[in-house]
Structures are given as structure tokens and as C-alpha cells.
Nanobody, 119 residues
């Protein structure tokens, strides 16, 4: 099992910044990709950004140029620096870890942290 603990959400005005952190623990063998998803009220959960253990990253088009993901493998922690926040970034942000096994990939989730951007 993999446990994920997030921190760093909150309320910020449009144009402001927040930094989220997520620390993984447990059986981290074959956990290669980690990242962040978000879910706004009434909408499906969507991927925001992913990072591999080798440092390859991907971003949703809506956050490119504003959000930056980073990873400290020694601390089993990923960070999400969010700049130039917009009201449409308001959502619950979930940390995600993808663990490869014989049959495919298992997704593990944090408890979620609320990010609210006021206009």
C-alpha cells in the first residue's frame, strides 16, 4: 500500500500563488509516476500535472506556464507551485501515485486539499 499526505491548500486572490506538497510512504517499490489531479464542483476529476521518477513532466494545457511540478525522490515528496492563479483553478487537488504491478498500474490517492481562488 501507498499512503499520500497533502498539504498547502487554502484561499488566495486571483493572481496569487500557492504551493502544494505531497509526501508518499509505505511500499513505494515500482512507484514511478506521481502528480496532481483536481476536481471542481460538478465536474469530473482531471489531471493537472505528472512527473516521472526520471523527471519527465507533463501539464494540462490550462495550467502550462503557470504551474510547476517538482519532485524530491530522497524525501518521496512532490510539490506543485501554482502561480497566477485564476478563479477557474478552484478545486480540490488530489495527489496521485501510480504503482506498476504485474497486471498493470494501480492508482493511489491523497485525501485532497481545497484550493479556492477568489476574483
Amino acid at each position: 500500500q501507498v499512503q499520500l499526505v497533502e498539504s498547502g491548500g487554502g484561499l488566495v486572490q486571483a493572481g496569487g500563488s500557492l504551493r502544494l506538497s505531497c509526501t508518499a510512504s509505505g511500499n513505494l517499490f515500482n512507484v514511478n509516476t506521481m502528480g496532481w489531479y483536481r476536481q471542481a464542483p460538478g465536474k469530473p476529476r482531471e489531471v493537472v500535472t505528472l512527473i516521472t521518477s526520471g523527471g519527465s513532466v507533463s501539464y494540462a494545457d490550462s495550467v502550462k506556464g503557470r504551474f510547476t511540478i517538482s519532485r524530491d525522490n530522497a524525501k518521496n515528496t512532490v510539490y506543485l507551485q501554482m502561480n497566477s492563479l485564476k478563479p477557474e483553478d478552484t478545486a480540490v487537488y488530489y495527489c496521485n501515485a501510480k504503482k506498476t504491478n504485474t497486471f498493470g498500474i494501480n492508482d493511489y490517492w491523497g485525501q485532497g486539499t481545497q484550493v479556492t481562488v477568489s476574483s
